[in-house]
């Protein structure tokens, strides 16, 4: 009777394992469809011109479609609080730091007229924190972002571990350099602290999942709100 019960544990133990492989494997393999899908969504015309800068996170890696991402759960909220088809134009690249942001994202703002420009970036500096460095690059990317930019801070990486500790710490300097630039704040650092559950991420448990990635778009929707209605 033992051996058989251990049996169908370890069967249960065997299948979970392999699912997490392969929702693992599914969420590597999302990285280039989902950039295909927004590149799409870039040539696609519209009446209000969303951009958005970023990393996987404006991607919405880990969702199960890309716009199920907070960039597509706030385009469709945008379109339905203005009436107008959204132009979603969203630079963001898996794995992009601020570094990456100031070479390569930032200088096609400029391509684009934009109603609204959303930015979520820093979480991959989080790993190899240099403090000073990730001060001024946010400050300068900051003093170049239009004012009225809607920014967001770094998200909640769980209790008191070092990535956290780190990520308030980046967090503040985003809140400060948003503050003297006139840019608005989404502080995602408090909000998805006080909704954290391990339910709201992907596989990699770095990733919001669906859930998550509602928890976010509703952080940003009350700024964005405040925007559209100035």
């Known amino acids: 009777m033992l051996k058989r019960v251990l049996l169908i544990v370890g069967i249960i133990i065997l299948a979970l394992v392999l699912f997490e492989v392969f929702k693992l494997l ?16 870039a040539s696609q015309g519209g009446e209000f011109n969303f951009v958005v800068i970023g990393d996987s996170a404006a991607q919405g890696i880990g969702a199960s479609k890309p716009q199920l991402g907070y960039v597509g759960l ?5 379109s339905e609080a203005t009436g ?8 963001s690249v898996t ?3 601020v570094k990456d942001v100031l070479d390569k ?3 096609q703002l400029k391509k684009y007229k934009a109603d609204l420009i959303v930015v979520g970036i820093g979480s991959n500096n989080i790993n190899k924190w240099d403090e000073k460095a990730f001060t001024d ?19 909640y990486f769980g ?14 300097v985003i809140t400060d350099a948003a ?5 608005e704040l989404v502080d995602l650092q408090t909000y998805t602290a006080q909704h954290n559950s391990w339910r709201n991420y992907a596989a990699d448990f770095f990733h919001p999942n669906n859930h998550g990635y509602r928890i976010w778009a509703d952080a940003f929707w009350p700024v964005i709100k405040m925007e559209l209605n100035r």
């Not at 599914?26 to 969504?41: F, M, P």
């Not at 107008?84 to 630079?91: D, F, P």
């Open 105 to 107: 994202q930032l200088p």
């Open 179 to 183: 503050k003297r630039y006139d840019l």
């Open 137 to 155: 690059q946010y400050d300068q990317l900051a003093k170049n972002l239009p004012k009225g930019t809607v920014v967001a801070n770094i998200p």
């Open 26 to 41: 599914e969420l590597r393999s999302s990285v280039d469809r989902y950039a295909s899908y927004w590149k799409g969504q």
């Open 95 to 97: 794995g992009a730091t």
């Open 84 to 91: 107008k088809r959204v132009h979603t134009v969203n630079l």
């Open 159 to 172: 209790g008191r571990s070092r990535e956290n500790d780190t990520a308030i710490k980046a967090s503040a």
């Open 74 to 78: 706030l385009s469709t909220q945008i």
